[in-house]
Structure formats: C-alpha cells, structure tokens
C-alpha cells in the first residue's frame, strides 16, 4: 500500500435520503439506516486494521455524527476532527428540499441525473422565500466560518464545488496526507465526488458516471504529488456495495407503476 | 457576569464510580446514569442560553462523551492527556470501601483528595497497566510513553495541566470565548485551585458532583472573581455532593 492515503466516508442516510430529496446544507439528523451504516463502517475499519491520525468534516451534523460513530467503534474518540463548510455538500440552491422523484416526474430522469451528477450544469439560486434559507443562513455556524454570511454561496455547480474545497484541501488536508497521516474525511456525496474527480484526474463528461454509496469506506491511494496511483476503491463485500450504489443511482427514477 | 468564563464539567458516572473503584487512566464508558446527566447537562445549557466556542476534554473517552453529547455539534473540540484524571497509580482499579476497611476511611480520603500524596507507581505487572500504556492515544501525545506518569499527587496533576492551560485554553478564554472543560473530578480540582487560589489544605475539602455544571467567572488575569457555582437545582447538587464524597465510607452493617 502507498505511504499516502486517504479514506472518504460519505455519511450514512438521513430521513431525506429515504424521501429522495436534495438535503444539501440542510442540518439533517441520520436516521437509524445511517447510525447503523456509521457503525457498520467503522467496525469494517476496525477489521481492516486501520488507525487514523485526523478526521475532516464538513459542518452540518450528520457528517460530525458519522464521524463520531466510527471513531467510537474504532475507541479513538480522542483522534482530532476539524470540521470546515469547505467541505460542505454541493449547495443545490432553489432545489434543496425537492423530491427527485417528483422532479423526474415534471423534468424526466435524465434532466435530475444531470442536475445531480453533471460538472458544469447550474441550478437556481435559493432566495430568501425559500423554505429552508432561514434555517441554513441563520445558523450559528456560519456565523465563524472565515466567510461572511453574504459572500456564502446561494448555490453552486460541481466545478464550484471544488473551487471552494481546494483551497482547504491544500491548506489543511494535503500537508498532513504528505507527512504521511492517515485521514478521514467525512463528506458527502458531490463533496467526495469532486475531490475524487480532482485526484484521480476524472473528465468533466466522466465524472456524472461516477456513484458514491452511504457509509462505506473509499480506500485513494496516492503518489508523493497526491495524484491518485489507481482507481478509488471501496472497502468491503463488493457485492452489498453494488448494492448500494445501485439504490443511490435508482434515486432519482421515476418508479414505474406510477408512469 | 464576567466577560471571562469557563464552564467546568465532570463527567458522569461510569460503572467503576458505581462500583467505587479508582477509574483513572482506565478507558471506561458512561454508564446510563452517566449518559443521562450528560443529556441533562446539555437541556440545562440550552435552557440557560449557553452557547460554546470551544470544548476542551481529556484523551479519556468518557469525557469526550460527554461533551458530545452535551454539544451542538460543530462546536470544535480538542483533546489532550493533560487534562486527564489524575493518575492513581497501584491504586487503579482498587476499590475505596475496601481498602477504608483495611487502611481506614481517613486514609482513603487522604489518598483521594490531598495535594501532595502521590501513591505507588503502576508497575509493569498491574493489571491495567498494559491496557493504559499500549493505547495509541499515548503514542501521539507531546510527550514520550516512558515519560508520561506512572502514578501522580494532584500536586503533579496541576504541574502537567498548566502548560496547556497556559498554551491552548487561556488564550482563548482571554479571547472572550465560551469555553468548556469536560473533564474528570480530580484534574477540575487542580484547576480549580490554580484558578481561585484555593490553599493546600482547603483543596481536600472541595468535592466535585458527576454531571453537574460549574461556572467560574474570572477576572483578565484569569483567576477567580468569587467561588466556582453549581448550576442547577441546589439542593439536588447537594445530595450528589454528599453522594461523592460518601463513596469511601464504610457501610456500617460491614464494620
């Protein structure tokens, strides 16, 4: 195994994943699928043998909670978590809240593939009528994040995504991946996806192929310029993994008895 | 209240407080006692408006625990040995009613809460000694395992306690920010004294209850405007205080 890895978790589900609608920045508790899937992860790591040196998150607290639960299964709740909105899920703007069913339904399911998964694609904005702009921009987390309130995003694309990641990456998680600590970062789906894409040196076009399952481990290795040395590679039975990320893909599809 | 503050917490019960044995390095969970004043705690901040920028814990899960449970959960919080509990040395493991039959109970109550009485070291051949010492934790901490303590006085509590009091929690206090310590009974004391200038022989008189949130306002030199308060129902606290420090009496149907 390289001297360099990496471990991305994406937390395990939250009551909107069961309802398939964009959660986003919204500060969902995980459900008891995604307290089980934590844990599950974390006595898989504990297996495997791994022991981490630091922990990144983001700050909405289904990411924190994750990483808790795998630090308890793993008895190092003393290893250091650092949380930053940098690392923050995709912002989905007006679309945050909405079903991607019911949005198959009206748009067709490719158009929601793509507004989920594309590099490029904008969605509107979230403005102050929306639902859950009050709960998002009101918390005090956002108050002490290094960006004032107004200069936050209102939404973003992928590409957006890891403009905003990189910085820190570089910053805080890069030097310590290259002192040859072993880290976890505690993301969420397009979070992990566009530092993958960026690592790995995946295609604007190939990058919306690209699926990340709840709750398990993803092993990048990676070379002394922290270039990914292979493919990204999940850890554990394969085929409960196929699984998985075939309920994420199956998200976003119209379910056939009501067409 | 003071622009300066500090919220002190012990953590609540594990099953050796139950069983009234010397915890110390030893890595025990909350039981559920424990786990239900740290929810308490965590009701009583949000009803008092309290909101912290900061948590500082001991590398002992129990602490951390704690904090998470008490915590909105992006609160930073940061961990080190030095605000673990003070290290009993042979007498981990041991239990306080047995060994007041056997030493009596003044004894025991000297080993537990005076200043300068160090007890035996853990040796190699104790029963926790390879539990405490083989942990990774101590592997990564700002000081070598050969050095780390093999038995301490609450003397040499506050000695490693106060470089980071001083480095990493001052600072901040100094800052303005809200800050707790989720810590263990004896390194709160050391502290505790430290801070209100508590003397030498006063400091084995100070007990400190399990769950409960103590305040203590400072002034910008960072000691003590008046004595630490409890927060919450006074005469609960109370019972619970009664409650610790009962813990080395023995029962009389023994005697």
């Avoid at chain 1, 005090?140 to 890891?162: N, P």
Wanted: proline share 4%.
């Amino acid at each position: 195994m390289s001297k360099y890895k990496l471990i991305i978790l994406r937390h395990g589900e939250g009551s909107w994943n069961k309802e398939n609608r964009f959660y986003s920045w919204v500060d969902q508790k995980l459900n008891s699928d995604g307290l089980e899937e934590a844990q599950n992860c974390g006595k898989q790591l504990k297996a495997l043998n791994f022991e981490f040196d630091l922990v990144f998150t983001s700050v909405p607290n289904r990411f924190i909670h994750t990483a808790w639960l795998i630090l308890e299964e793993l008895g190092q709740e003393w290893m250091p978590v650092e949380s930053s909105w940098h690392l923050n899920e995709h912002h989905y703007g007006a679309s945050i809240g909405l079903n991607w069913e019911t949005m198959a339904l009206n748009h067709d399911e490719e158009q929601v593939r793509i507004w989920r998964r594309s590099y490029n694609v904008t969605l509107p904005p979230t403005g102050e009528s929306h639902p859950y702009c009050h709960e998002i921009y009101s918390d005090s987390r956002y108050k002490v994040c290094g960006v004032t309130l107004d200069q936050l995003l209102r939404s973003e694309i992928l590409k957006e995504v890891l403009e905003r990641l990189l910085p820190y990456w570089n910053e805080r998680i890069a030097p310590e991946v290259l002192k040859g600590k072993i880290v976890v970062i505690s993301a969420h789906g397009n979070s992990s996806r566009a530092l993958l894409k960026r690592l790995e040196g995946i295609s604007n076009e190939d990058i919306i192929n690209i699926t990340l399952p709840t709750g398990v481990p993803i092993l990048l290795e990676l070379d002394k310029n922290l270039h990914a040395l292979g493919p990204h590679q999940f850890l554990g039975d394969q085929e409960a993994i196929r699984v998985a990320i075939k309920k994420v893909e199956d998200q976003g599809k119209v379910k056939q008895v009501k067409k | 209240m003071s622009k300066y503050k500090l919220i002190i917490l012990r953590h609540g019960e594990g099953a050796w407080n139950k069983e009234n044995r010397f915890c110390s390095w030893v890595d025990q969970k909350l039981n559920s006692d424990g786990l239900e004043e740290a929810w308490n705690c965590g009701r009583q901040l949000k009803a008092l408006n309290f909101e912290f920028d900061l948590v500082f814990t001991s590398v002992l899960n129990r602490s951390i625990h704690t904090a998470w449970l008490i915590l909105k959960d992006q609160v930073p919080v940061e961990s080190s040995w030095r605000l673990n509990e003070r290290h009993y040395g042979a007498l981990i493991g041991l239990n306080w009613e047995k060994m007041a039959l056997n030493h009596g109970e003044e004894q025991v109550r000297v080993w537990r809460r005076s200043y300068n009485m160090t007890p035996p070291p853990t040796e190699e051949s104790h029963p926790y000694y390879h539990e405490i010492y083989s942990d990774c934790r101590y592997k990564v901490c700002d000081m070598a395992l050969d050095q780390l303590p093999r038995s301490e006085s609450l003397k040499e509590v506050l000695e490693r306690l106060l470089p980071y009091w001083n480095e990493r929690i001052a600072p901040e206090v100094l800052k303005g920010k809200t800050v707790m310590l989720s810590a263990h009974g004896n390194s709160s004391r050391a502290l505790l004294k430290h801070l209100e200038g508590i003397s030498d022989e006063d400091i084995i008189n100070i007990t400190l209850p399990t769950g409960v949130l103590i305040l203590l306002e400072l002034d910008k030199k960072l000691r003590a405007v008046g004595p630490h308060q409890f927060l919450g129902d006074q005469k609960a606290i109370r019972d619970t205080i009664k409650k610790v420090d009962g813990q080395v009496k023995v029962k009389q149907g023994k005697k």
